[in-house]
């Protein structure tokens, strides 16, 4: 089967730094996807890992640990508008679904 | 917007009856995506067409069907519904039939409310 984990919820205050990790244990694995989506709206593309390593972008960075089965998604500079839940999916070489975990709800206060 | 587009946004229908999800991909994407997100729930994948043809099959009920059309939109079948039916429904396209890199661009999704 394939186990995709998220914490459920976290809060941060503005201004901070947040990180939200997922751990996967999935038969097969090609590369890690993070989105966002706000309630009730659509899951936008954040980023992409294949392979072990941070990338950068803007205020989200995201990293993969594929021996470990760990990612994580680091936002800096918190804006109330981060308020959202974030999802990572799991994308396998063969396949064409992305498998979602739960997603993680940020709450992000003044 | 994305540029994939979902119609209806909102429905609301009785037990027992039938309705059909539609969804116009971005211009160029060949890849059509069903996913399903019940409350407190993950986007769970249903199905995927690739330029007319079914791709890959994930967690869809036999109650629904899906196609896609030469023009390239699909449509989602979901019949004899149920309470639990209802959730919102995101369709997602893709230029290449694995979506790897880029990822989907997801549609702003149908909420489906089955009373």
């Known amino acids: 089967g394939q186990n995709i984990d998220q914490p459920t919820e976290m809060t941060a205050t503005e201004g901070a730094i947040v990180q939200i990790n997922c751990t996967y244990q999935?038969?097969?694995?090609?590369?890690l996807f993070w989105y966002q989506q706000h309630a009730g709206e659509a899951p936008t593309f954040l980023s992409y890992?294949?392979?072990?390593g941070l990338e950068e972008k803007g205020r989200f960075s995201s990293f993969l640990s594929r021996s470990k089965g760990y990612s994580y998604l680091l936002l800096k500079e918190l804006q109330m508008k981060d308020s959202a839940s974030y999802l990572c999916?799991?994308?396998?070489?063969?396949?064409?679904?992305?498998?979602f975990g739960t997603g993680t709800r940020l709450l992000v206060s003044p | 917007d994305s540029g994939v587009t979902q119609t209806p946004k909102h429905l609301i229908t009785a037990t027992g009856q039938r309705v059909t999800l539609r969804c116009s991909p971005r211009?160029?994407?060949?890849?059509v995506y069903w996913y399903q997100q019940s409350l407190d729930q993950g986007l769970q994948f249903l199905i995927q067409?690739?330029?007319?043809?079914?791709?890959a099959k994930g967690n869809i009920l036999e109650r629904f069907s899906a196609q896609q059309f030469p023009d390239l939109h699909s449509e989602l079948n979901l019949s004899s519904l149920e309470l639990g039916d209802s959730a919102l429904y995101f369709c997602?396209?893709?230029?290449?039939?694995?979506?790897?890199?880029?990822?989907?661009?997801f549609g702003s999704g149908t909420r489906l409310t089955v009373v």
């Open positions: 211009s160029g994407d060949l890849s």
């Open positions: 999916a799991v994308s396998f070489p063969g396949f064409q679904k992305l498998v």
């Open positions: 890992n294949v392979l072990d």
């Open positions: 999935t038969s097969g694995f090609n590369g």
């Open positions: 067409y690739y330029n007319g043809e079914e791709r």
């Open positions: 997602a396209s893709s230029a290449e039939p694995d979506a790897q890199g880029a990822g989907y661009t």
